[in-house]
């Protein structure tokens, strides 16, 4: 079924997805690049750090895809561990929770001490929000660690960090037999332009609760970015957001059967201008 045909019964469905978005849903709204402590603490998918993990010999054990919560200050030294059971792509994501005027944190993504193989550069963080925000298209297999350390800090320093598996979208994903796949849990990257369609694939084995997040990474002043949930067999809409605004913009709990679902991104109104990046996610809960 193409644009016109699925408009058609977007139209059909407006008022229960009205309904849905604007009483049935759990729908949140954050300020785009202001995640600091209290919204990310908020989040259940959160660990503190837990000492001593003054040296790379002495890491604390960190999970994929958690938010990391630890403290530095001057002198002070965070190893934090992960490990990736299969090369795949990665975020690397750092949140500075305190101003530093003078005085900077330093953070770096490396491997092995005797191989040194740094992903990402000794960032200086000295202002709040989210500094670091590394896409790594290919993360090999391994052991990594993340270093943090103040640097003539003066007082103790709060932050928060992940590791963050994604999958980025691979054209042609335009129509549902040739959508990206995605596994559960992982956040699917993607870009869609003017005329543009994307696909995503998610297999669910369990009839269940699930919970969809959409992420919009750029305002859209001139043209609608909608996201829809399909089923197998062009089911019934089981949501639609229409996204303008930048940062995260909604998330909603939904009962899906056991089958294949799709996520279908496409611009609704006006041509804008330029590729428009967002990032989406269907887990169990």
């Keep these: 079924m193409r644009r016109g045909q699925r408009f058609l019964r977007t139209a059909f469905l407006f008022a229960v997805v009205a309904t849905l978005l604007l009483g049935g849903l759990p729908t949140h709204a954050y300020a785009a690049g202001a995640t600091g402590g209290n919204a990310a603490a908020s989040s259940p998918e959160k660990v503190d750090e837990t000492g001593p993990n003054d040296s790379m010999e002495k890491p604390m054990t960190a999970p994929l895809g958690k938010w990391v919560y630890g403290k530095t200050g001057t002198k002070d030294h965070d190893w934090f561990k992960f490990t990736v059971e ?13 101003a530093q005027a003078k005085e900077k944190m330093r953070v770096e993504l ?17 202002k709040t929000g989210i500094i670091v925000n590394e896409t790594i298209e290919s993360l090999p297999a391994g052991t990594w660690y993340v270093h943090v350390h103040g640097s003539k800090l ?9 590791l963050l598996k994604v999958r980025t979208e691979e054209e042609p994903n335009e129509k549902e037999d040739t959508a990206t796949p995605v596994p559960l849990g992982i956040l699917a990257y993607g870009n869609c332009g003017a005329q543009d369609e994307d696909y995503f694939k998610f297999d669910i084995q369990t009839t269940g609760a699930y919970k969809l997040r ?3 990474d750029k305002a859209l002043p001139e043209a609608t970015l909608r996201i829809s949930l399909v089923g197998e067999g062009d089911w019934p809409l089981t949501g639609e957001f229409s996204l303008k605004n930048n940062g995260m913009i909604a998330e909603t709990d939904v009962r899906l059967t056991a089958g294949t679902w799709y996520a279908w991104v496409y611009r609704f109104t006006g041509n804008g201008n330029g590729e428009h990046p967002y990032h989406l996610s269907l887990a169990a809960v």
């Design 110 to 126: 490396k491997a092995t001490a005797d191989g040194e193989a740094r992903i990402s550069e000794a960032y200086a963080l000295d």
């Design 214 to 216: 959409v992420f919009n």
């Design 86 to 98: 299969e090369q795949s792509a990665f975020k690397f994501q750092v949140v500075n929770d305190k």
């Design 154 to 162: 003066t007082s103790e320093h709060p932050y928060h960090l992940r």
